[in-house]
């Protein structure tokens, strides 16, 4: 079966660094995707990785390495407005996404 | 019309009745699908769409259907609803299966 793992629920303070991690096991692999979702809101797009190794945007970073199946998030100068769910995804072998439950992030002063 | 538009917002359905979620794109998307979010599950894929004209089942399709006449709209139909069908929905888009999704705000349903 295809499986994604996140964890349920994560807690860190306004300004530090937190790493939000995902294993898959899927039939296929063709990238992984990081999606944000506030409470109530749809989700929003935040990093593809399809290569092993470091992506970097802003704030916000995604690793992968295929061999392990596990990828992680990293958010860096954290607000409180990332407070959120983070979604991780993979594209199988027939391009379609599979989900992970999400991981929701609490930030605290 | 910017990005995608789902109705209605949120509705109440009684078990038994028809209902169809409306989803429209402005994006001229080829790829729309539709996905349900349950507590504690990731988003489940219901139907897709590759390109108008085309239509296929995902991982949980049983009770729902689909069609695509055209490139802006995919409409989700529930022939006939049941409380297990209480979720909220959730339509995206994408310009081809290789490319990130964007998703509509949602339709909450509950059905009693």
């Known amino acids: 079966g295809q499986n994604i793992d996140q964890p349920t629920e994560m807690t860190a303070t306004e300004g530090a660094i937190v790493q939000i991690n995902c294993t898959y096991q899927t039939s296929g692999f063709n990238g992984l995707f990081w999606y944000q979702q506030h409470a109530g809101e749809a989700p929003t797009f935040l990093s593809y990785?399809?290569l092993d190794g470091l992506e970097e945007k802003g704030r916000f970073s995604s690793f992968l390495s295929r061999s392990k199946g596990y990828s992680y998030l990293l958010l860096k100068e954290l607000q409180m407005k990332d407070s959120a769910s983070y979604l991780c995804?993979?594209?199988?072998?027939?391009?379609?996404?599979?989900w992970g439950a999400g991981t929701k992030l609490i930030i605290k002063p | 019309i910017a990005g995608i538009t789902q109705a209605p917002t949120s509705q109440i359905l009684a078990a038994g009745r028809r209902m169809t979620l409306r989803c429209t794109q402005d994006m001229r998307h080829n790829a729309m699908y539709w996905y349900r979010q349950d507590l504690g599950l990731g988003l489940r894929l219901i139907h897709y769409s590759n390109t108008a004209g085309t239509t296929g089942k995902g991982e949980v399709p049983d009770g729902y259907s689909v069609s695509r006449a055209n490139t802006d709209d995919f409409p989700l139909t529930l022939a006939s609803a049941v409380p297990s069908q209480t979720s909220v929905y959730f339509c995206?888009?994408?310009?081809?299966?290789?490319?990130?999704?964007?998703f509509g705000p949602g339709t909450r349903l509950t059905v009693l």
């Open positions: 990785n399809v």
């Open positions: 995206a888009s994408s310009s081809g299966s290789y490319n990130e999704q964007f």
């Open positions: 995804a993979v594209r199988d072998s027939n391009y379609q996404l599979i």
